[in-house]
């Protein structure tokens, strides 16, 4: 059974950095591509960041590029969204999702909140 289980979030002020992290069990992790969306109240679900099986590619969202960070640990099942410099408009629940045919698998999400 495929499990995705994100965690990191939390309150960080303007400027602040948080390190979210999402562990896979349930497949084989190493040859997926997985991204990170978030999703900000009333608004639909972004893609944020996505990385290529193997780690070597990576693309982002235009709103967090020089900012945010995606890697993977294949070892440990585990990808990472490192975020810097982080805004209020950052602020939404983070989400790590693979796609495996014929459906998309979804973490529970973890919550951002950037504020003062």
């Known amino acids: 059974q495929v499990q995705l289980v994100e965690s990191g979030g939390g309150l960080v002020q303007p400027g602040g950095s948080l390190r979210l992290s999402c562990a896979a069990s349930?497949?084989?992790?190493?040859?997926?591509?997985f991204s990170w969306y978030r999703q900000a109240p009333g608004k639909e679900r972004e893609l944020v960041a996505r990385?290529?099986?193997?780690?070597?590619?990576?693309n982002y969202a235009d709103s967090v590029k020089g900012r945010f960070a995606i890697s993977r640990d294949n070892a440990k099942n585990t990808v990472y969204l490192q975020m810097n410099s982080l805004k209020p408009e950052d602020t939404a629940v983070y989400y790590c999702?693979?796609?495996?045919?014929?459906?998309?698998?979804w973490g529970q999400g973890t919550q951002v909140t950037v504020s003062s």
């Open positions: 999702s693979y796609y495996q045919p014929p459906r998309d698998y």
């Open positions: 349930g497949l084989r992790f190493s040859q997926y591509e």
């Open positions: 990385i290529s099986s193997a780690g070597g590619s990576t």
